[in-house]
């Protein structure tokens, strides 16, 4: 891998105070440093100032899941990508699959996602993927084309730049079934080619992981193919041995 390895865990709703002050001491603890890869975790809201607490000076960075497109307002229960700055947040993950089904986030919304927080000076980690029926019916390039044309379109390809992709299949996330390394690699290749037709310099160096039931046992595997740079990882990341071990192996 040419480019530096990058690996996110998304806790989506799990922790507590408790669980979640063993689970970061213990990724601290394991992670003193990494060689041409960096990690971070994305937690929810509430423990922002717990994870910016514990993670401060450390090599663990963390983030957000989530963030409202728009910068303040009357939008009840939302969260802007100023508050997660607030809380010395690096990183915020935009279009998560989840988003995208259960709240019902289209691909504009993601894009204005992904430029409120470059607004904010937050990499936004940008997830795409096809549903089991879109790859079943060979609709795996357009969907994905269309996903990040969206936020090329609003925000310029020089911005994306400053930025993750995930290529995160659907059919691949919690479900314990992953995408095979060539599986994988084939996505990760269009994506990037995708981005080279605008600017090949940035093709060549933007960070694209992949997500999708990544465990310690199969990261290594999925890290080496050539246009996988690390991953962005669920459940996984919950459990600190494994976690530790997946960053490892995107150095
Ligand atoms: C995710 O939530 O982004 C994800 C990849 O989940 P899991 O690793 O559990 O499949």
């Known amino acids: 891998m040419t480019r530096a390895g990058f690996v996110a865990g998304n806790w989506k709703m799990y922790g507590n105070l408790v669980q979640n002050q063993e689970l970061l001491a213990a990724i601290v603890l394991g992670i003193p440093s990494l060689q041409n890869a960096s990690c971070a975790v994305c937690v929810p809201y509430p423990y922002l100032a717990q994870a910016q607490s514990v993670l401060k000076g450390t090599h663990v960075a963390w983030g957000g899941q989530n963030i409202s497109q728009h910068h303040q307002g009357a939008y009840t229960g939302e969260v802007s990508a100023g508050m997660l700055t607030d809380f ?82 659907v059919w691949a996330i919690g479900t314990g079934e992953t995408a095979t390394p060539q599986q994988a690699q084939d996505v990760h290749a269009f994506v990037r080619n995708r981005i080279a037709a605008h600017n090949s310099e940035i093709a060549a160096d933007i960070q694209i992981v992949y997500g999708g039931s990544v465990k310690a046992n199969n990261a290594s595997e999925l890290f080496a193919m050539p246009d996988i740079d690390g991953g962005l990882i669920g459940g996984a990341s919950l459990v600190a041995a494994e976690f530790i071990s997946i960053c490892f192996a995107a150095q």
């Open 88 to 169: 010395g947040c690096r990183y915020v993950i935009v279009g998560h699959s989840e988003r995208r089904t259960l709240y019902g986030e289209d691909n504009q919304m993601v894009a204005e996602k992904f430029h409120s927080a470059q607004e904010q000076s937050l990499v936004p980690i940008l997830c795409v993927g096809e549903t089991l029926a879109q790859r079943e019916a060979n609709e795996t390039e357009q969907v994905i084309a269309r996903q990040l044309d969206a936020v090329i379109g609003l925000v310029g390809v020089n911005a994306i730049k400053q930025s993750v992709i995930a290529y995160e299949p």
